[in-house]
Structures are given as structure tokens and as C-alpha cells.
């Protein structure tokens, strides 16, 4: 009896259901979901839904140990004290520092990238050797910076060895003149060899043929750099300065390890961090996290639109833009009417 | 096509299976432990005959007699503290191992595990935040409203006085929620050998004084007069603990009176108050009287530097004492003086708790049990605060290693019903935090007394300022 009331069952609705989920497109849609719906389960769990709390903290005064029903609604307040106040605002002026720093680091992983994609002695050896800083972690690299500018300690002693005298020497540390660049080498020595990495896997992929052409056109050594290499690998070129800019904005390791964002060297991070763990102002804090972040988007679309000036240049160097334009018009043109005959047909 | 489906689901079931047994061998040991503690409790409510503590279910520090109740409880229980010295072999003092091993002497069914942490403070907080946390904890910086949402009441004050020094600590409504594991006093730990080199005979009992003994030992000897300690931020963070007793000989002062105050950071002009005490640190500072690189100095560092002699005083309480004096083989010249502020011809020190032990409130009936238990051994039994040169906390002890003559010993009274939690606040709201990791605004001195970027005055000035702003958006009232 119950057999035949469940095979009444299956043959009516369940029924399409599996033969759907049999057929191509069914099995299609459901292999697409099944495997989308894990990461992006993650993904909200682990980012949005944090970052969507963190949102609503930033309207609320309140303590990391304030209970919900305690939190006091505050509206824009904590967006206005992040403007009002000198000391966040300040902070990112040190952004400056690190910004210099990765447009050093960018100049110098690119330099040191296109040296090492030709044939050099020992490459793959040099290549290890730079990457390696990047393989050790934050803290214990602030850790090890910390010491090495402690006076008298390792870098005092190779400049002694180099012929500086040690009253000539700089507190590196201490000079608020110079403490920040200190920091910021110490964040350039880190990722270069990381971004030249990048770099070379960029350059290994452009045609070797080109370079043979180019030599038998006469072109020396900077200009297959200038006009083969560099537009080749542009994407990477914007991505990673966009990636090092916005890292540079929210700088935070080193200063937070090294000098414990003491004696001028505050990032903007240290300064959110000492606000929400120190004084608690878990709102204000997280309003400045907010700010940051719009900041960040700004730079990134402003950034973007850099790019594409600079390398439209590029790209229309053999025909105007205009002409390029009209091209491309004709083109989807072209498209737009094979699509339509086939719709036709 | 077919075994790959077989493949497919067989995957997504173990993956599954493997998510759910997750969460359900914490389960399942959880209720495991909790049949377990009630069994345990039977017994141990049966067998110790301790009716009251037992089958009643509230448990008192003042009722459980050491060695005679619970002896037969079997139960694991976690201590999470700040004493990672402790935790190495080669600690001069005694090791928590050493203190593990004669508690379970007298309990041996008690399992004691001991993690602690470097960044004690912070993480502590986290841990609490996560709600899942260890059965014994120092209690960190919560505010004093949330106590009983996190922590265990050992007894209602009255009784708890009875028993323990510094009962008030962690007192909220009538109820205590922390044992002091030691108590310390606030004062200067120092190298006599250094100061009798440089011709200083009498301590110094005036900021200026101090000022002239410092310049002294920069005269006459190679150590560093003053270190600072910098760069570790959180021995700045303690100069805060100056200003209440020891700079006022009030004892209601910094619970009570502080946050009344109207620009408690001026000058009173006879070098007592918050004024006399940060301006010793300025003019140290300002004198060159302190180390050459402020930026690099190092906290492990500096206790064999000042047990070798090379550094002459630095201000820390009396809990560092211990370790300045195991740091080196010239324990016998370590020296511990108060701190130089002479009010009416008395020098006065705060005495006050060390971190305070916290039970969970949220274990089993067991482990509570078993966490007060050691708790109390620790405080009655273990010698922990004699052998780490506190002050006694147990109530029926005197015996300390620390002489400080001629000091009165002044114990803060905590704030008045009802404004329990308004020093955290107004700590939040200026972001001074006095006594709550303001090391940054201290750091802030020694930056500007070096560089000359602004003068003491108006570095109180702002200070002022923060206070006063403070008061009118919290609405307090300033009445002194």
C-alpha cells in the first residue's frame, strides 16, 4: 500500500525533476550551482557579513564589550569626527612615505625583472635570493628591522665597515626626520622580490622572435624594453601599482611591530587600531575603516583611469585614435548584422 | 559516467560528514564532561560531606577548607595568565610547574593546564569576547557592569574581606569576582651600587631631588641614570600608576575624585599631583638623563643591564622587582625605592592588586569547584606572592620580602555605587587612558621633551583640555 502510494508520488511531480536533473542542461545548471554556492557561502560568512557589522558599528558608539541593546545609535556623528579630528586625517600623510616607497620598489622589481628574463649567470639563484623576504612573516621581519637599526647594531656596523663614522650616523629610529623612510625600506626590501617575480612570469610570456626582430632592426637593449617588454606586460604594470598603492595606504606591519606606531610613525591603521583597542571607540574606528575604504576606491578608479590614458597612447601609435575607433565601430557593426541573419535564418 | 557520479556523491558526503563531525565531537564531549561532572558531584558532594558547597550548587571561597573539601573531584581545568616566565625551567623563582606539582599533592584528581601569552592583555579581552574561554583567567580590562556575565562571585564582600586583602579589586554589587594573585605598591626599582658610586646617600624623596641624584650618576658613573623603556610602550603606560597615592596621599583619589576633577593635570605648585609625577619623566628626558636612542630600547634587555649595573633606576612597580633582581648575578644590589613625592613630610605608595584570578562562570559545576579550590591554594598555600616579592594577599598573612620604611602603605578605594564604570569611560572618551594602556600619550612626553616640540606645560595643557571635554559630553560633574 505505501509502496504504491510513494510510486503514485514519484511518477507525478519528482518525476520531471529527475529527468531534468538527468538531462545535459539540467546537470549543467546544477554542477554550476552546487560548486558556486560553497565559495560564495564562504565568501559571505567570512567577508560580507563581517564587513556589513563593521558598517553598522560605525554608526553606533560603543565598546567591543558594549552588549547590542546598550549600543547608542549616533547617526553620521563618527564620520564627522573621523573629518574633525587632526590625528586621522594626519595619519594618512605618512601614506605619502609608503606611496614613495612602492613607486621605488615598482622601478626597481621591473628593473631587476627585465635583467633577469635574459640570459644572466646564476639568475635563478638571484631571483630566490629576492624573493625570499617575501616568504618570511610580517612580525618576525619587524622583529629583525628592529634590531637592525638599534644603534650600533647591523646596519651601523656595515656602514662603519664602509668608512661612516658613528657619530655621523643617523638614529634611525629615533630622528623623526628619517624614521618613516627607515619603515618604508624596510617594507620596500619585503615586496620587491615578490613584484619582480610577477614581472618576470609577465615578460617570460612575450615571443622571443620579437627581440630577434628587433635586434635585426638595429634596436638597442632600452628600446626592446621601452617598446616590446613594456607594453606587453602593462596589465601586470597597472595591477601591481595598483595593488602597491592601495597596500601603501593602509600601511600597518611595520610601523605597528617596529616602532609600535610611536614617534611619528602612526599609520593610519595604527592610529584605527589604537583608537578601537585602546580607547574602545569601536564606532569611530570602524567609521575611519569605512572612510579608508572609499579612499581606497577613489585612488583604484583614479588609478584606472590613468592607465587607460597612458596606454591609449600606446595602443594608437600606428593609427590615430579616431581611426581606431571608427574600426572598432565597423567591427560591432559587422557583428550586429551576422547576428541578425542568423536570427533571420 | 556512472562511477564518477558515485565519486561526485561519495566526496560531497564525506566532505559533509566531515563539517558535521565537527561540530559534533564538541558536542558529544560536552555532554560527555557534563554527565561526568554530575556523577562527580554525587561524589564528591557525598564523599567530602561538604553539603553546603556541594548539592547546593553555591560555591564559597570562605566555606571550602583546603585540603578536607573536594579532595576526591576529578576534573580538568585551564589557568590563561600573563606569567610566561614562569612557564620556562630556567625562571629563577619558582615555576608553575613547581606550583602544579605541590597543588597536586593535596589534589592529585585535579588537572591544572596552564597556557600563558606575552600579549596577555589584549588577547585576554579576545578571549573573553569569544566566549569561549579558559576556566581561570587574570581578569583583563572589562568593565566592572559585565563581571558576573563572565566571572564567578567567590562571596559577597563582607566575608570575602574577611579572607583576602584587596577584596574591593574586582567588587561589583556587593559581590567579589577576582583573587588578587599577588599584590604589588608602586615606587622606583633601582641599582644601589650605581647610586652609592655617584655619591647619592639618602634616596631621593622630592621630584627634584631625584632630578639631581640622576644628573649625579650621569656625573660620576657610565650607567644610564633613568631608562625609559620606550619602545616597549606598555612600561610607559606605567607611570599612570604614580598619580593617584603616591603623588596625592589620597586614597580615594583615582577612583573617585579623579573623574570630579577639574584640570587634574595642572599645576598645584608644591610638586605634588599628576603634574609633579610626568614632569620627573619630562625632565629626565629634557636633561639628557635618560638612554641615547629612545626608539630601540629593549624590555628583556634592560633587566641585565640593570642588575650588571649599567642602568641606575627605572619606574616600575614593585612586581618587576623580582625579575630585575633574577635577571643577573647581582640580585643582592637591586634595591626598590618609593616614588620621590613627599606630601606634608610623608611619602605615601599605593598597595594594590596584581591581576586578579576569575573563575568562568560558564563551566561545569565541577570545574568551578575545582578552580576555587586552586584559586585559594594559590593564595593561602602556594607562597606565590611571598616568592614573587608582593604584598600578602591572604588576609591572615604579613609576610613580604618587599621594606619600604617609613612608607605609608595606601590601599585605593574603589568608585562609588552607581559611577563603577564612569574612569573607563572618561578614559575612553578623553583617550588618555590613565591605568588603561594610554602608553602612547606618555611616549608622546619623552618625544616632545627630546625633541623640543613643546614644552611640558602645554603638553598638560592639552591634556587639560581632553579631561575637561571629556566631562561636559559624559556629563560629569566637576566638583573639585
Known amino acids: ?345 | 559516467m556512472k562511477l564518477k557520479k558515485v565519486l561526485a556523491v561519495t566526496l560531497i558526503a564525506a566532505m559533509t560528514a566531515g563539517m558535521a563531525a565537527c561540530g559534533n565531537t564538541t558536542n558529544s564531549s560536552q555532554t560527555g564532561t557534563t554527565t561526568n561532572n554530575a556523577a562527580d558531584d554525587a561524589v564528591a558532594a557525598t564523599e567530602s560531606g561538604d553539603a553546603a558547597a556541594g548539592a547546593s550548587g553555591s560555591l564559597s571561597y570562605a566555606d571550602i577548607t583546603l585540603g578536607e573539601d573536594y579532595t576526591d573531584l576529578t576534573t580538568t581545568i585551564t589557568l590563561f595568565n600573563h606569567r610566561t616566565d614562569l612557564q620556562s625551567a630556567d625562571y629563577n623563582g619558582t615555576t608553575w610547574d613547581e606550583y602544579l606539582a605541590a597543588f597536586n599533592e593535596m589534589y592529585p584528581n585535579i588537572t591544572v593546564e596552564i597556557t600563558t601569552d606575552t600579549n596577555y592583555a589584549d588577547d585576554a579581552l579576545m578571549h573573553l569576547q569569544s566566549g569561549d574561554y579558559e576556566t581561570i583567567m587574570m581578569i583583563p580590562a572589562v568593565d566592572k557592569a559585565d563581571l558576573s556575565n563572565y566571572f564567578l562571585s567567590y562571596g559577597d564582600l563582607e566575608t570575602m574581606q574577611g579572607e583576602i586583602n584587596y577584596a574591593t579589586t574586582w567588587e561589583y554589587g556587593g559581590q567579589v569576582y577576582g583573587v588578587p594573585s599577588t599584590a604589588t605598591t608602586q615606587g622606583i626599582v633601582y641599582n644601589k651600587k650605581v647610586f652609592e658610586e655617584a655619591g647619592v646617600t639618602e634616596l631621593p624623596t622630592t621630584p627634584d631631588e631625584f632630578i639631581a641624584a640622576l644628573q649625579a650618576i650621569k656625573d660620576n658613573t657610565d650607567a644610564i641614570p633613568l631608562y625609559t623603556n620606550y619602545a616597549a610602550g606598555w612600561t610607559m603606560g606605567a607611570w599612570d600608576a604614580y598619580i593617584g597615592s603616591n603623588a596625592t596621599g589620597d586614597n580615594t583619589y583615582m577612583n573617585q575624585k579623579l573623574v570630579h576633577t577639574a584640570n587634574p593635570f595642572q599645576d598645584y605648585g608644591d610638586d605634588t599631583h599628576a603634574y609633579a609625577v610626568y614632569k620627573v619623566l619630562y625632565d629626565a628626558v629634557a636633561n639628557g638623563l635618560t638612554e641615547e636612542d629612545y626608539s630601540t630600547t629593549d624590555w628583556e634587555g634592560c633587566k641585565g643591564m640593570i642588575n650588571n649595573g649599567e642602568i641606575g633606576c627605572m619606574v616600575l612597580g614593585s612586581w618587576a622587582y623580582p625579575q630585575m633582581e633574577a635577571a643577573g648575578e647581582n640580585a643582592a644590589d637591586i634595591g626598590y625605592m618609593p616614588f620621590p613625592i613627599t606630601i606634608d613630610g610623608v611619602q605615601y605608595a599605593s598597595a594594590g592588586a596584581d591581576y586578579s584570578y576569575g573563575i568562568n562562570v560558564n563551566a561545569s559545576d565541577d570545574e568551578k569547584a575545582a578552580a576555587m579550590v586552586f584559586v585559594k591554594w594559590m593564595t593561602e598555600e602556594s607562597g606565590f606572592s611571598y616568592n614573587e616579592d608582593g604584598l600578602p594577599v591572604d588576609a591572615d598573612s604579613t609576610e613580604t620580602k618587599l621594606s619600604f620604611e617609613g612608607v605609608t602603605f595606601l590601599e585605593d578605594e574603589p568608585a562609588v555605587a552607581g559611577e563603577e564604570d564612569l574612569l573607563n569611560q572618561m578614559n575612553s572618551e578623553s583617550e588618555l587612558n590613565i591605568n588603561a594602556g594610554g602608553d602612547a600619550k606618555i611616549q608622546a612626553i619623552i618625544e616632545h621633551a627630546f625633541n623640543g616640540t613643546m614644552t611640558y606645560d602645554e603638553i598638560m595643557d592639552e591634556w587639560n583640555q581632553s579631561w575637561s571635554d571629556a566631562q561636559e559630553a559624559l556629563g560629569v560633574e566637576v566638583t573639585q
Not at chain 1, 25 to 45: D, E, H, N, Y
Not at chain 1, 76 to 93: H, I, Q, S, T
Not at chain 1, 182 to 209: C, H, K, P
Open chain 1, 1 to 345: 500500500m505505501a509502496a504504491t502510494v510513494a510510486k503514485v508520488k514519484k511518477e507525478k511531480k519528482p518525476f520531471h525533476f529527475m529527468q531534468w536533473a538527468k538531462s545535459r542542461k539540467g546537470q549543467q545548471v546544477i554542477i554550476c550551482v552546487a560548486f558556486m554556492v560553497i565559495p560564495l557561502l564562504l565568501l559571505f560568512t567570512f567577508t560580507y557579513l563581517p564587513f556589513g557589522e563593521m558598517v553598522k558599528f560605525s554608526f553606533y558608539d560603543m565598546k567591543y564589550s558594549t552588549p547590542a541593546d546598550k549600543r547608542e545609535f549616533v547617526g553620521w556623528e563618527n564620520y564627522l569626527d573621523v573629518f574633525r579630528r587632526d590625528d586621522c586625517f594626519g595619519a594618512l600623510k605618512l601614506s605619502l612615505y609608503y606611496v614613495v616607497g612602492a613607486l621605488i620598489q615598482l622601478a626597481l622589481a621591473l628593473y631587476l625583472a627585465t635583467i633577469l628574463s635574459f640570459k644572466v649567470k646564476g639568475g635563478n639563484f638571484f631571483k630566490g635570493l629576492m624573493f625570499f623576504p617575501y616568504l618570511i612573516s610580517g612580525i618576525a621581519i619587524g622583529f629583525i628591522f628592529k634590531f637592525f637599526y638599534t644603534r650600533g647594531f647591523v646596519l651601523d656596523t656595515v656602514l662603519q665597515w664602509l668608512g661612516f663614522e658613528l657619530e655621523n650616523l643617523p638614529y634611525w629610529l629615533r630622528d623623526q626626520s628619517i624614521n618613516n623612510w627607515s619603515l618604508v625600506a624596510t617594507s620596500v626590501w619585503r615586496y620587491f622580490g615578490q613584484n619582480m617575480v610577477l614581472f618576470i612570469g609577465a615578460i617570460m610570456s612575450v615571443d622571443a622572435e620579437l627581440y630577434e626582430a628587433a635586434e635585426l632592426d638595429g634596436a638597442n637593449k632600452f628600446q626592446q624594453f621601452r617598446y616590446i617588454i613594456l607594453p606587453s606586460i602593462k596589465t601586470i604594470v597597472t595591477l601591481n601599482v595598483i595593488l602597491s598603492i592601495t597596500g601603501s595606504l593602509s600601511a600597518f606591519e611595520q610601523p605597528y611591530v617596529i616602532t609600535d606606531g610611536a614617534n611619528g610613525t602612526g599609520t593610519y591603521f595604527v592610529i584605527m587600531n589604537e583608537l578601537a583597542h585602546t580607547s574602545q571607540k569601536v564606532g569611530l574606528a570602524s567609521a575611519m575603516a569605512v572612510v579608508l575604504l572609499l579612499i581606497i576606491f577613489a585612488c583604484t578608479i583614479l588609478q584606472k583611469l590613468f592607465f587607460k590614458y597612458i596606454f591609449r597612447d600606446a595602443a594608437s601609435e600606428d593609427e590615430s585614435y579616431k581611426a581606431k575607433r571608427a574600426r572598432l565601430k565597423a567591427e560591432k557593426a559587422a557583428l550586429r548584422a551576422e547576428k541578425a541573419k542568423k536570427g533571420v535564418a
